[in-house]
Every structure is written in structure tokens, then in C-alpha cells.
């Protein structure tokens, strides 16, 4: 997907991710650029600072080394707001998701007039022949 006066979503050039650990590099030690620990050997991350999503550019100004500690909460929010961006985009070109149709039920039945539960019904009902009343005799 492009759009005018944007350039192309680009990842880091192998000279960038190299010149970003030798600028997090202290006396021999690499560490993390977001709360300056030490990172162990193999787990950092060269990272945007502004998001690939949001338009970030590929340039040494726009990396920064992560170690473990910090990576994953920042991957959460950028994620969040890059989701979010992605919606106004779309619905800004007129690519809004559909409406949603709320289900309908045919609600519930109207209440219907009480009488008292003893009162006598408005017709009789004639008994079975060979039946008892049910009155103990």
C-alpha cells in the first residue's frame, strides 16, 4: 500500500544496525538504549524509535538498541497505536469496516392481567366418569 509523500516502509541496512551497536557500545559492553543495563550476548534488538507502522525511517536517527528489558512493552504500545493509526487511515479513504447490525428479538410478551389464584375460572370443567372428586371419603 503506498500513499502520496510517504516513503517505503524500510527495515534497518545491515551498516545501520552495525553503527547502532557501536554507538550503544560502553567501554566493550553493549546495552540497552532504554534503561542503559547491560544487555547479555545475542538478545538485543535494533528498533525504531518511531514505528515502521507510523512511517519510521530506516536511518541511524530512528534506531536504538533493546535488550530484552524494554523491547517487549514496547512492542505492546507501539502495536496499540499503530492498529489504531491503521484504522483512522482506512476510514479517512473511506475504507471503514462495515456497520454492525444489532440482532433483533422479538421482545418479551406483554404482562398479563392477574386475578387472584383462588378465584373460580369463567367456565367448569366436567369431570371423567369414574373418576373420584379427589375428596378424601
Not at 534497518?12 to 566493550?28: N, Q
Not at 519510521?56 to 512492542?75: M, R
Not at 504500545?77 to 469496516?97: M, S, T, Y
Request: proline share 10%; hydrophobic share 30%.
Amino acid at each position: 500500500m503506498t500513499f502520496p509523500n510517504r516513503e517505503p516502509l524500510k527495515g534497518f541496512s545491515k551498516g545501520v544496525k552495525i553503527a547502532a551497536k557501536a554507538r550503544a557500545t560502553v567501554k566493550g559492553v553493549l546495552t540497552c538504549e532504554g534503561c542503559d543495563q547491560p544487555i547479555p550476548p545475542g538478545t538485543h534488538r535494533v528498533d525504531h524509535k518511531i514505528a515502521r507502522g507510523l512511517y519510521g525511517s530506516g536511518l541511524l536517527e530512528n534506531a536504538q538498541v533493546l535488550g530484552p528489558c524494554c523491547w517487549a512493552e514496547k512492542d505492546a504500545a507501539d502495536n496499540l497505536v499503530v492498529k489504531r493509526c491503521k484504522r483512522i487511515e482506512a476510514k479517512h479513504h473511506g475504507f471503514a469496516p462495515p456497520k454492525r447490525v444489532t440482532i433483533q428479538s422479538r421482545g418479551f410478551s406483554p404482562p398479563r392481567e392477574k386475578g387472584s389464584p383462588c378465584a373460580p375460572t369463567s367456565k367448569t370443567i366436567p369431570r371423567r366418569n369414574g373418576q373420584s372428586s379427589g375428596k378424601p371419603g
